[in-house]
């Protein structure tokens, strides 16, 4: 069993970052893709960003130059610094780390944006 513990969310104003950390509890399983997905109300879950082991890294269209994703592979962490947050940008944010045979999901952290 892996087992992501996330950190960071909150509510903030419009314009302002935001950093999430999502540390990995890897217990002997081999980590490949770690990534950040969010849910909206009443929305499906969607990708926001995801970097592979070898650190190629994936944005949505609509994160791209405002989020960075980042990956500790000594720590199993992986940290998603947002800027110049929109208030579209509120939801749940779920951390995911896919081993071999499964894909596993952190407990999720609310960010809401206020304009």
């Known amino acids: 069993q892996v087992q992501l513990v996330e950190s960071g969310g909150g509510l903030v104003q419009a314009g302002v970052s935001l950093r999430l950390s999502c540390a990995a509890s890897?217990?002997?399983?081999?980590?490949?893709?770690m990534g950040w997905y969010r849910q909206a109300p009443g929305k499906q879950r969607e990708m926001v960003a995801v970097?592979?082991?070898?650190?190629?890294?994936t944005y949505a269209d609509s994160v791209k130059g405002r989020f960075t994703i980042s990956r500790d592979s000594a720590k199993n962490t992986v940290y998603l610094q947002m800027s110049s947050l929109k208030p579209e940008d509120t939801a749940v944010y779920y951390c995911?780390?896919?081993?071999?045979?499964?894909?596993?999901w952190g407990q999720g952290t609310q960010v809401t944006v206020s304009s």
């Open positions: 995911n780390a896919d081993t071999l045979f499964h894909a596993y």
């Open positions: 890897a217990n002997g399983f081999r980590i490949d893709n």
């Open positions: 970097i592979t082991s070898g650190g190629r890294i």
